[in-house]
């Protein structure tokens, strides 16, 4: 498995804006997942993208893809206070099941 | 389903102490993982198992943690004797092999203090 690294560390906003996180890795993925942790919880399941997909919504959520950069973005529409949380992306490639996170960007949005 | 659940939610020992963390994974899944999270390392694996086999303990930081996995539904990782530097939450996640979107459900975590 390989670690994902999310940008930023931390991200402020007001209720109502959108939020964009970024995670970027190293080595080719089958997949890409996302979860959320609020404060004093274990981690939830978001959504995960495949690397043949370049796409994916589920809700508010928008998840992005791009194998030839690496990279992942997350966006978060019209955020809500409920939505202040960690964010951490989990690339995965091989045929084991471990996931590794990074340390996950923070998300604050202000009523 | 109740979900992944862990105990005790806290636990404060003294240094030297033996401290054993309790998980009991959903009912049916066949994969377990603990983690402890900390902020200067973010989130690390320790372990996991799968059908109650250790596939992976390269994470288990000194010989000083062990965990066990004696049936499908409970796992216990153990670290005796403690050290300050242990002190972390200690989440345990299991998943069903062959689940098409590959996610793992979280318990609520074990706060370890240790003084």
């Known amino acids: 498995s390989q670690q994902g690294e999310e940008d930023p560390q931390a991200l402020s906003i007001q209720e109502g804006e959108n939020a964009t996180m970024n995670c970027s890795y190293k080595t080719s993925i089958n997949n890409l997942q996302w979860y959320r942790q609020n404060s004093g919880r274990g981690l939830v399941h978001l959504i995960l993208i495949r690397s043949n997909e370049r796409e994916k919504h589920s809700g508010r959520l928008r998840v992005t893809l791009d194998t030839s950069k690496k990279s992942s973005s997350l966006l978060i529409t019209a955020s809500r206070a409920a939505d202040t949380a960690s964010y951490f992306c989990?690339?995965?490639?091989?045929?084991?099941?471990?996931?590794?996170f990074g340390k996950g960007t923070l998300l604050t949005v202000n009523p | 389903d109740a979900g992944v659940i862990q105990s005790p939610r806290h636990e404060v020992t003294e240094m030297g102490q033996e401290v054993t963390l309790r998980c009991k994974p959903i009912s049916g899944h066949d994969y377990l993982f603990w983690y402890r999270q900390t902020m200067m390392r973010g989130l690390e694996l320790l372990i996991y198992f799968n059908n109650n086999v250790p596939i992976d303990d390269s994470g288990m930081p000194e010989d000083r943690f062990s965990a066990k996995m004696p049936n499908a539904s409970f796992s216990t990782l153990k670290i005796q004797p403690s050290e300050p530097r242990d002190s972390a939450v200690y989440f345990c996640?299991?998943?069903?092999?062959?689940?098409?979107?590959?996610?793992?459900?979280f318990g609520p975590g074990t706060r370890l203090t240790v003084l």
């Open positions: 996640a299991s998943r069903l092999a062959g689940q098409g979107n590959n996610e793992q459900f």
């Open positions: 989990a690339p995965h490639g091989g045929s084991n099941y471990k996931l590794t």
